[in-house]
T-cell receptor, first 116, second 110 residues
Framework: DTGVSQDPRHKITKRGQNVTFRCDPI?????LYWYRQTLGQGPEFLTY????????KSRLLSDRFSAERPKGSFSTLEIQRTEQGDSALYLC??????????????FGPGTRLTVL | GQQLNQSPQSMFIQEGEDVSMNCTSS?????WLWYKQDPGEGPVLLIA???AGELTSNGRLTAQFGITRKDSFLNISASIPSDVGIYFC??????????WGAGTKLIIKP
């Protein structure tokens, strides 16, 4: 399977705990994106990487959130001191370098986070 | 927040019917993408549109990039049970960021 993979698929945690999610993009895709999706809404952009560089962060990404892509391949998203409002589906997507004629993001299955 | 208006919010269809949904925006987009999302899964890309006026088909799916670059529609012909799911439009801005609609939920009438 050469698609985007995410681990774990589901995570249940207690409020105040830290959680970390992993995303493995499609091989040789330079760009990696993190989104958050709540029920009845489309994905909301959190941050993205061009290779190992984190180029943009949404205002949604509070200080409790941190993302890394140390070697330009897989990425991790950590949430510290989780709150109930963090409960959502966290999606990862990857794409090759975008151009005016090509910018297709391919999504993983997501990590469903439930904060009790 | 989201800047796209996607309609309808939900559709109840019978197998075999044609389906139409659309997205409009106050902003110009360079690309329109249509995705389908099944429960518990990530969105799957259906069609990508790169030029104003472009009409593209993918099997029973047809999508068009509006001439004003502020809208797009998706049609599904002769719907089948596996078409059930949530369809999202996404517009790409000049920074290659995607802005998403809220989705159209497709439901098959029993």
């Amino acid at each position: 399977d050469t698609g985007v993979s995410q681990d774990p698929r589901h995570k249940i945690t207690k409020r105040g705990q830290n959680v970390t999610f992993r995303c493995d993009p499609i091989s040789e895709h330079n760009r990696l994106y993190w989104y958050r999706q709540t029920l009845g809404q489309g994905p909301e952009f959190l941050t993205y990487f061009q290779n190992e560089a984190q180029l943009e962060k949404s205002r949604l990404l509070s200080d409790r959130f941190s993302a890394e892509r140390p070697k330009g391949s897989f990425s991790t998203l950590e949430i510290q001191r989780t709150e109930q409002g963090d409960s959502a589906l966290y999606l990862c997507a990857s794409s090759p370098n975008p151009s005016p004629d090509l910018n297709e993001q391919f999504f993983g299955p997501g990590t469903r986070l439930t904060v009790l | 927040g989201q800047q796209l208006n996607q309609s309808p919010q939900s559709m109840f269809i019978q197998e075999g019917e044609d389906v139409s949904m659309n997205c409009t925006s106050s902003s110009i987009f360079n690309t329109w993408l249509w995705y389908k999302q099944d429960p518990g899964e990530g969105p799957v890309l259906l069609i990508a549109l790169y030029k104003a006026g472009e009409l593209t088909s993918n099997g029973r799916l047809t999508a068009q990039f509006g001439i004003t670059r502020k809208d797009s529609f998706l049609n599904i012909s002769a719907s089948i049970p596996s078409d059930v799911g949530i369809y999202f439009c996404a517009g790409q801005d000049s920074n290659y960021q995607l802005i998403w609609g809220a989705g159209t939920k497709l439901i098959i009438k029993p």
